[in-house]
């Protein structure tokens, strides 16, 4: 079992930044890759961003590339979402989650947190 909290989430203009922190509980957090996603009103919840067990890789959908920056450090049992260069666009809830397999795909994550709310105003 995996218990995950997210914090860091705020209203900010545009252009700015925010950091995203997802807690996780359990001793096995290493064992799994973790994925941010986010889920704008009226809309599917749609993936972000997703990271390795090990740290090691990091994958990014187009449109937050070269923005956004996931990290994670295993000994906090922590998962971060640098946002830089926030735009309008980017308003949503957002959540992150847990998988034993990397990848975007959200079917294959099978804890989440509760979300955060990043709301960004031009």
């Known amino acids: 079992q995996v218990q995950l909290v997210e914090s860091g989430g705020g209203l900010v203009q545009a252009g700015g930044s925010l950091r995203l922190s997802c807690a996780a509980s359990?001793?096995?957090?290493?064992?799994?890759?973790m994925g941010w996603f986010r889920q704008a009103p009226g809309k599917e919840r749609e993936y972000v961003a997703h990271?390795?067990?090990?740290?090691?890789?990091?994958y990014y959908t187009d449109s937050v590339k070269g923005r956004f920056t996931i990290s994670r450090d295993n000994a906090k049992n922590t998962v971060y979402l640098q946002m830089n260069s926030l735009e309008p666009e980017d308003t949503a809830v957002y959540y992150c989650?847990?998988?034993?397999?990397?990848?975007?795909?959200?079917?294959?994550?099978?804890?989440w947190g509760q979300g955060t709310q990043v709301t960004v105003s031009s």
């Open positions: 990271i390795t067990s090990n740290g090691r890789n990091t």
């Open positions: 989650a847990a998988s034993l397999l990397a990848t975007s795909a959200r079917n294959y994550y099978g804890y």
């Open positions: 359990g001793r096995t957090f290493s064992s799994y890759a």
